[in-house]
């Protein structure tokens, strides 16, 4: 079953047309990767999923229903989560507030805290040791991990990852991929923006490659690897 479906989608940004007819589907227990060169309309379309921006024209769909121009709030209450690129944590907050800020304010959302607190804990063990910590004061990738927790603290339907590996040293990035593959292996629904291509279509089913701020091929890894468009992507 179809979780999220994008429909056309155009959206600007700084006074351009950043995604331009843009039409893709995430589904239930499926890793589905966008990648693109820097500035291919990639993040803004993630915004545009999670209700931060509003798309110019086209819809977002959510289960078969219409949701287009849904709030933040909205798309977080309906369970589509946006870990942000940056990752956009609270520095001078400890490791485990930041967390916290994942359960959001919901009914019930107290009574879950130690349970989510221990599962994530158990995805990064690392974290146990610094739940007292600045959170500035980590490394980028135990930043990461952070930000990544604190995503899952709300048990998304649907998690969306915008570049991941931004910034980190090519060691942090294998060790951050191999956690979102465990999640996928988990069967949870994943969404990943990515430049690193390789990276990202080792754990994908499915991707989408964007250039220009449209979709310019699709299809399962295998099928992506010798494809002109991802080449010119990212070669030109």
């Given amino acids: 079953m179809t979780i999220i479906a994008t429909v056309g989608v155009c959206a600007s940004y700084g006074g351009r047309t950043a995604v331009d007819e843009v039409s893709i589907n995430v589904r239930e227990a499926e890793c589905v990767a966008l990648v693109g060169a820097n500035g291919a309309g990639k993040s803004t379309l993630l915004r545009v ?15 078969g229903k219409d949701v287009t121009g849904w709030s933040a709030r909205s798309a977080f209450r309906h369970g589509v989560v946006l870990c942000p690129e940056g ?28 349970e989510r607190l221990e599962e994530v804990e158990e995805l990064f063990p690392v974290l146990r040791g610094r739940a ?77 490659v964007l250039e220009g701020g449209r979709v310019t091929a699709n299809g399962t890894p295998a099928e992506l690897q010798s494809s002109p468009a991802l080449m010119r992507a990212f070669l030109g």
């Fill in 49 to 63: 999923i999670a209700g931060i921006r509003p798309p110019r024209r086209g819809n977002v769909q959510l289960y």
């Fill in 87 to 114: 990752r956009q944590l609270f520095p001078h907050m400890t490791v485990r507030e930041n967390l916290l800020l994942g359960l959001g304010r919901e009914r019930g959302a107290r009574t879950l805290q130690g």
């Fill in 132 to 208: 007292r910590q600045a959170a500035g004061t980590l490394s980028g990738g135990e930043q990461q991990m952070v930000a990544l927790g604190r995503a899952l603290m709300s048990h998304p339907r649907l998690l969306i990852l915008d570049e991941p590996s931004l910034g980190l040293a090519p060691l942090l990035v294998d060790q951050v991929f191999s956690i979102i593959e465990r999640l996928v292996t988990s069967k949870r629904s994943v969404l990943v923006a990515e430049q690193n291509v390789e990276a990202s279509l080792t754990i994908a089913g499915r991707a989408y």
